[in-house]
Nanobody
Framework: QVQLVESGGGLVQTGGSLRLTCAASGLTFRGYTMGWFRQAPGKEREFVSAVSRSGGSTDYAESVKGRFTISRDNTKNTVNLQMASLKPEDTAIYYC???????????????????WGQGTQVTVSS
């Protein structure tokens, strides 16, 4: 079955950096748009970033543009989220997700993604 496993979360100070990795198995990885979402306590899950099947197109939430970079390696079945200039408001559980549909645009809502990882905690201290 499809498995998405996130890693790389942790505790970092304001202004610091982290690199999240999602390792995928049980799917034809290059056939999926991959996304990152996050959910803070008491808040809804929100879109962070997405990358197209080939890696040639990306999208970002306004709140992370210029600070986060998404990339994928279709030879290793991994998708990464490089996070820099982290802020306390970036604190959340970060989830990796996979969308099998070919759409006119990258999927940015949770309902569009059919597979999810278990999440990794990112905590940014002030």
């Amino acid at each position: 079955q499809v498995q998405l496993v996130e890693s790389g979360g942790g505790l970092v100070q304001t202004g610091g950096s982290l690199r999240l990795t999602c390792a995928a198995s049980g799917l034809t990885f290059r056939g999926y748009t991959m996304g990152w979402f996050r959910q803070a306590p008491g808040k809804e899950r929100e879109f962070v970033s997405a990358v197209s099947r080939s890696g040639g197109s990306t999208d970002y939430a306004e709140s992370v543009k210029g600070r986060f970079t998404i990339s994928r390696d279709n030879t290793k079945n991994t998708v990464n989220l490089q996070m820099a200039s982290l802020k306390p408001e970036d604190t959340a559980i970060y989830y990796c997700a996979a969308d099998p549909r070919l759409r006119a645009r990258l999927a940015i809502t949770p309902d569009e993604y059919g597979h999810w990882g278990q999440g990794t905690q990112v905590t940014v201290s002030s």
